[in-house]
T-cell receptor, first 111, second 114 residues
Framework: EDKVVQSPLSLVVHEGDTVTLNCSYE??????LLWYKQEKKAPTFLFML????IEKKSGRLSSILDKKELFSILNITATQTGDSAIYLC???????????FGTGTKLQVIP | DSGVTQTPKHLITATGQRVTLRCSPR?????VYWYQQSLDQGLQFLIQ???????AKGNILERFSAQQFPDLHSELNLSSLELGDSALYFC?????????????FGPGTRLTVL
């Protein structure tokens, strides 16, 4: 059974701190790793990672994939209160075109 | 075969036109999600329906609308089409309404706007 595990489940940081969110996966027929930010109900796409070792960056957010060790990290530097959300990672697998989500990491950034 | 079906497979139309994409979820699944994927972009979440009601809304344009019918199939309507709407449109379904439920994807509808 495909499995995606995120850690930590929840964290609280002060504005300006840097956080690292972890995502490990055990899936068959892996294609890509996706990161989403979920505020309220709808998720927003952040990154899609397909190749190992290539960092993707968007402003203060960056992410990298390690296909050998089967994990990905999402870094957020200089956190702001607007970064407070649930961060979801998901493994996209070929064949049945299935996406398996992790349970998410709830990030709270306090002033 | 994921059990999710989408029709048509490929659609070519002109700018300004309107199209309807259709999705039938897996048997027993109550949630339907619509995504748009263009080039090498990840899945851009558009909208989710759960048991006939809109559950969550993502980056769906006002020109786009969707609905889920009593038999749980869903339709995505795209109107006043623009060149930039050309993309692969995926439908996915899951048993429950939580976004962390495993989603099973259909084969997609490739829309080309000329």
């Amino acid at each position: 059974e495909d499995k995606v595990v995120q850690s930590p489940l929840s964290l609280v940081v002060h504005e300006g701190d840097t956080v690292t969110l972890n995502c490990s996966y055990e899936v068959t027929n892996f294609r890509s790793l996706l990161w989403y930010k979920q505020e309220k109900k709808a998720p927003t796409f952040l990154f899609m990672l397909t190749s190992s070792g290539i960092e993707k960056k968007s402003g203060r957010l960056s992410s990298i994939l390690d296909k050998k060790e089967l994990f990905s990290i999402l870094n957020i530097t200089a956190t702001q209160t607007g970064d407070s959300a649930i961060y979801l990672c998901a493994a996209l697998t070929g064949g049945y075109q299935k996406v398996t989500f992790g349970t998410g990491t709830k990030l709270q950034v306090i002033p | 075969d994921s059990g999710v079906t989408q029709t048509p497979k490929h659609l070519i139309t002109a700018t300004g036109q309107r199209v309807t994409l259709r999705c039938s979820p897996r048997s027993g699944d109550l949630s339907v999600y619509w995504y748009q994927q263009s080039l090498d972009q990840g899945l851009q979440f558009l909208i989710q329906y759960y048991n006939g009601e809109e559950r969550a809304k993502g980056n769906i344009l006002e020109r786009f609308s969707a609905q889920q019918f009593p038999d749980l199939h869903s339709e995505l309507n795209l109107s006043s089409l623009e060149l930039g709407d050309s993309a692969l449109y995926f439908c996915a379904s899951s048993v429950g309404g939580s976004y962390t439920d495993t989603q099973y994807f259909g084969p997609g509808t490739r829309l080309t706007v000329l």
